[in-house]
C-alpha cells in the first residue's frame, strides 16, 4: 500500500455535503447499483440513542457528547474498510471537523489523528437542495448554508481532490460521480 505524506492513500470516495444535500440518497442508488457504501453515522447514532429510549431533546442536549459518539462510530467504520476496494462514504472524518468548527467545539484528538490518515481518493460536495427537515435534521437554512461552506473548506484546506456535483434529479448524479470517477 502506497503512503504520501504520512496518509494511506485510499480507494475511498466520500459523497458529502451540508445537510439536505441527498448525499444518502446518492448513497443508496450507488449502493442499488452494486457498489459498496457506507451509512451516515449521524442519523445512526440518533436512531440508535432512540431505540435505547432517549428522546432527541435528550440526545442533542450535549453537542460534544452527541459529535464524541458520530465519531467514535465513524472511526470504527473507517479503520474496518479496505483501503484498496472502492467505497462511497456517506460523509467521512474531515465532515466531523466542520461541525466542531460549526458547533465551536475542541476537536477531539483523535478527530485530528484520523483525519491525517487516509487520503481519499475523491470528495464529491454536493449542490444544496432546498431544506427539508425531519426528526434528525433541526438546522436552519443559514445553517446549512455555513455548514456546507465549512465542508468546503476543510476538503480545500486537506488538500483531497473535490469535484462538486451539480443539482441534477438524483439517477443524474450518480452518472456525474461515476463518469467522474477516474478524470
Not at 8 to 14: A, D, G, H, R, S
Not at 72 to 85: A, G, R, Y
Not at 108 to 113: A, C, E, N, S
Not at 148 to 172: D, F, M
Request: negative net charge; proline residues 5%.
Amino acid at each position: 500500500m502506497e503512503k504520501r505524506v504520512g496518509k494511506i492513500l485510499t480507494n475511498w470516495c466520500v459523497i458529502t455535503g451540508g445537510p439536505c444535500t441527498g448525499k444518502t440518497t446518492v448513497v443508496n442508488l450507488l449502493k442499488e447499483r452494486g457498489y459498496v457504501t457506507t451509512i451516515e453515522h449521524a442519523r445512526h447514532y440518533i436512531d440508535t440513542r432512540k431505540q435505547e429510549g432517549d428522546t432527541i431533546e435528550e440526545i442533542r442536549a450535549n453537542e460534544n457528547e452527541f459529535q464524541i459518539g458520530v465519531l467514535e462510530m465513524q472511526l470504527e467504520e473507517e479503520d474496518s474498510l479496505d483501503p484498496t476496494k472502492l467505497v462511497f462514504l456517506d460523509r467521512a472524518l474531515p465532515d466531523a471537523k466542520a461541525y466542531y468548527q460549526f458547533l465551536g467545539l475542541e476537536y477531539d484528538p483523535r478527530l485530528i489523528d484520523a483525519i491525517e490518515k487516509f487520503r481519499y481518493k475523491k470528495i464529491f460536495i454536493l449542490d444544496r437542495l432546498p431544506l427539508v427537515n425531519d426528526y434528525a435534521r433541526l438546522e436552519s437554512e443559514e445553517d446549512q448554508i455555513k455548514i456546507h461552506s465549512l465542508i468546503k473548506n476543510v476538503y480545500a484546506e486537506l488538500g483531497h481532490p473535490i469535484v462538486y456535483v451539480p443539482v441534477l434529479p438524483p439517477e443524474e448524479r450518480v452518472d456525474f460521480i461515476l463518469a467522474s470517477l477516474d478524470e
